[in-house]
């Protein structure tokens, strides 16, 4: 049995404890949360018994092989290095970390320890997105020459996430981040990055939309454009919808999870799971999905795919183009 303990019993920890639920060999042994409250709500809900409100003092006492961190960003480094420091093997949520100097040290600090460093990365582990990166990588389209991955909505995140209101960076570090990630999950790495930024909504602090034109190193051009201030009728919500060019035939992932392959329509919705609610599912099996992923590189000792090492590059972007946006100018990677 692999056991766990998990850090941050907020909004988004209640789904990665359903999911942790139903992996088999996997139990979470250990909760910690600052907040009493939410700290024995979780615990009694999910039936642990063992509970923290200090995330040092259970790490220290230990009883358990990885870590899983669901705390929003500002916590990550420290707790991640404590985690290490407790000889665990980590899953961190994104965004990873709020520097790229944050994202190394974390990074360095599990490979000391020899110890796996997943970020829970998981918009590219969304069935409908792997289906469609399954097409490309077998060819399907022949050599991708375009990209354009677009997530538009008029959803109100802030209902849930109320402190996504409150930063003065929003889309792209929240949502962008994801969407970028899917990017280079298609084409690559990017090595040049240019974007424009826009509040809409005036009752937050950071930008709602953002459109970002990405050179990949293997000579693919992308989109990524995000927007939580279109009202779409009817609303999209959460889907990242995908447009690829390749040199033998085009891709599109359509509203409804609609899969176009070159004129052949396949429907790739995504499953229900029982502890899942439409139309979050999506995001819900992308969660199961992942942690899956975890465990089995761990078990394996396998690099995970949206390991921390690989994030680096999505954070990378990231920051490239909120410098891009405040400059006015196009960015390279290299000179980050
Ligand atoms: N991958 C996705 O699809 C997805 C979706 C939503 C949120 N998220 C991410 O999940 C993370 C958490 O978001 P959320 O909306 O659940 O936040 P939240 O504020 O609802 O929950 C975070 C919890 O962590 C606790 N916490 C913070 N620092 C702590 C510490 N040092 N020790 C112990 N407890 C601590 C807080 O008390 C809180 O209960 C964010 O980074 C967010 O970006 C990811």
């Known amino acids: 049995m692999m ?3 998990l ?71 420290a707790l ?12 961190c949520q ?19 320890a020899g110890k796996t460093l997943m970020v829970h990365e998981n918009f590219r582990w969304q069935s409908p997105i792997q289906a469609a990166l399954a097409a490309v990588r077998a060819g399907e389209i022949g050599v991708p020459f375009f990209g354009r991955f ?25 949502l962008g981040i994801h969407v970028l990630d899917i990017a280079r999950a298609f084409l690559g790495d990017a090595e040049r990055i240019t974007a424009t930024t826009r509040r809409i909504n005036p009752r937050i602090r950071g930008e709602d939309v953002a459109t970002m034109l990405l050179s990949h190193a293997g000579g693919a051009t992308s989109v990524v454009d995000c927007s939580y201030a279109t009202r779409r009728v009817p609303e999209t919500f959460p889907q990242t919808l995908l447009e690829i060019d390749g040199t033998t035939g085009t891709l599109r992932l359509d509203v409804g999870y609609a899969l176009h392959v070159k004129g052949v329509v396949r429907d790739v919705s995504p499953p229900v799971l029982p502890w899942a609610q439409v139309p979050w599912h999506t995001i819900h099996e ?8 975890f465990v089995d590189c761990v078990r394996a000792g396998a690099e995970p795919q949206t390991s921390g090492r690989d994030n680096l590059a999505t954070l990378a972007l990231v920051e490239a183009a909120y410098l891009s946006a405040a400059e006015g100018r196009s960015v390279a990677l290299a000179d980050l």
Request: proline fraction near 2%; charged fraction near 20%; charge should be negative.
């Open 94 to 112: 994104k965004p990873f970390a709020p520097t790229l100097a944050d994202a190394r040290a974390m990074v360095a600090a599990c490979n000391a």
């Open 7 to 77: 850090i941050g019993c907020g909004f988004f920890a209640q789904n990665q404890l359903h999911a942790w639920r139903n992996i088999d060999g996997v139990e979470i042994v250990a909760l910690c949360d600052r907040d009493a409250g939410r700290l024995s709500d979780t615990a009694a809900a999910f039936g642990i018994l063992r509970t923290d409100t200090d995330a040092e003092a259970m790490l220290a006492a230990g009883g358990f092989d990885f870590v899983d961190i669901a705390t929003t960003v500002g916590s990550h480094r």
């Open 150 to 174: 677009s997530f538009r909505s008029g959803h109100d995140v802030f209902a849930g996430q109320p402190y996504l209101a409150e930063d003065k960076r929003f889309i792209i570090a929240d």
């Open 80 to 91: 991640v290095e404590a985690a290490a420091r407790a000889g665990c093997h980590v899953i």
């Open 286 to 293: 992308s969660v199961a999905i992942i942690q899956q992923h």
């Open 3 to 5: 056991k766990g303990a």
